[in-house]
């Protein structure tokens, strides 16, 4: 059974930052590649970032770039979010997700290639 579990969000004020966590049981973790994906009330769920399975190819969200990076640490089958400079338009339930395909040859960014999903870690940023 494949399980994704999610941790470290909480309210924050702007500019600050936050690290997200998550944690994969019930696949080889460093077959696949991971990503992260947020909701904002009344809005389409939206790409923030990947990270491929041999974690060189990340790819970002325009709206995150440069303030977001994504990491893996295998050992830990552990996915990270380090968020930095929050703004309140960040403010969203995050969900991370495992790709659908071992081994694939680039990062998905694509919502629909991700199998499994995390329940979501709500972040808000509000002064």
């Known amino acids: 059974q494949v399980q994704l579990v999610e941790s470290g969000g909480g309210s924050v004020r702007p500019g600050s930052s936050l690290i997200l966590s998550c944690v994969v049981s019930g696949r080889t973790f460093n077959h696949y590649g991971m990503g992260w994906f947020r909701q904002a009330p009344g809005k389409e769920r939206e790409f923030v970032a990947a990270l491929d399975w041999s974690g060189i190819d990340a790819r970002y969200g325009e709206s995150v770039k440069g303030r977001f990076t994504i990491s893996r640490e295998n050992a830990k089958n552990t996915v990270y979010l380090q968020m930095s400079a929050l703004k309140s338009e960040d403010t969203a339930v995050y969900f991370c997700?495992?790709?659908?395909?071992?081994?694939?040859?680039?990062?998905?960014?694509?919502?629909?290639?991700?199998?499994?999903w995390g329940q979501g870690t709500q972040v808000t940023v509000a002064s």
């Open positions: 997700a495992l790709d659908s395909l071992a081994l694939r040859a680039e990062a998905s960014t694509v919502s629909t290639e991700f199998g499994y």
